[in-house]
């Protein structure tokens, strides 16, 4: 089944901290995915940006918006505890918990109030989230959302780049991941045209231990096996180990198990994973707006 929403979770969330005693996140997690019967690839399914699980997220501001209407309490860091409210309301028997639910405490229309304050002064979607989002998920979204308009605006921008400044921007690239020693040595040792379909070459790191052939096609098509076997040959005709091939389209399957099955290491690089590559090492973009997240220092307050 699909991880549950955030809001789904909160009823549960509660009644499993019915006995009063304080709870560990971590027991939290495993007892609710039990509950849910989660399989063990849904309890480990990532946010967009890969930074927490799904589930861990969905909890945690389960947890959050039950603090807020004063349902729920942290006696310690990362631990959790129902209050004596939590529990009045358990003795209710709700069949749900929603926000519509926590508005009826003042606790919670104040945190409500204050976020649609911040929302009027700041335009935002909404002052919270919708029902299936927490705001970590709405962020994630619209973070990943952006992040491909600006892969695609890129790989459509570099296919209209001449093959010299395609080549000097894949240069570039190797530089910002590490690889190729200076920018001189990588320039000097990259050639257009090259011999035998090696396009170039750069160091693997900085003392020249170990050279990567380099080759990087503006492609339209998919690349097939049989440019990947030219430069698998011109490896081997190298007596080298390892290759990067580039492109701004795509691979063929056949190309791709080929590549599997050789002895030399070969790394293929499409369109979109260059796009990708060029956003995460600052190559071809600049930084517009940044947003720091931050969250409560609860060993600060130890003792207070």
């Known amino acids: 089944m699909p991880i549950p929403d955030y809001q789904t ?41 890969g930074g927490q699980p799904v589930l861990e997220n969905r909890v945690g501001w389960a947890k959050t918006y039950l603090k807020k209407a004063g349902l729920v309490d942290s006696p310690k860091r990362g631990q959790w505890q129902i209050s004596g409210r939590g529990l009045a309301l358990l003795a209710e028997r709700p069949e749900t918990l929603t926000n519509d639910d926590l508005a009826r405490f003042a606790e919670f229309q104040a945190f409500k109030m204050a976020t649609a304050s911040q929302a009027e002064a700041q335009p935002a979607p909404s002052a919270l989230p919708a029902p299936e989002q927490t705001p970590t998920e709405a962020m994630d979204v619209a973070y990943q959302s952006m992040r491909e308009a600006l892969a695609s605006e890129l790989l459509s921008t570099v296919k209209s780049c001449s093959p ?116 995460d090492f600052n190559v071809g973009v600049a930084t517009r707006q940044r947003y720091d997240i931050k969250q409560l220092d609860s060993d600060y307050f130890d003792g207070a």
């Open 9 to 49: 979770l909160m009823l549960p969330l509660l009644q499993f901290l019915a006995d009063g005693q304080p709870r560990q996140a971590r027991e939290a997690y495993e007892a609710l995915s039990g509950q849910f019967g989660l399989t063990e690839a849904e309890r480990q399914e990532l946010l967009p940006s």
């Open 164 to 279: 010299a400044f395609f080549e000097r921007l894949v240069v570039d690239l190797m530089l910002a991941m590490g690889y190729g020693g200076s920018r001189r040595e990588a320039g000097e040792a990259t050639r257009l045209s090259g011999d035998g379909g090696i396009d170039g070459v750069i160091r693997e790191d900085r003392l020249g231990l170990d050279t990567i052939y380099l080759q990087a096609k503006r492609w339209e098509g998919s690349v097939g096996r049989p440019e990947i076997q030219k430069f698998a040959g011109a490896l081997q005709g190298e007596r080298a180990r390892k290759g990067v091939f580039i492109t701004t389209s795509g691979f063929s399957r056949e190309a791709r198990d080929y590549v599997e099955r050789l002895e030399s290491r070969i790394v293929l690089i499409d369109g979109w994973r260059l796009a990708e590559l060029m956003i």
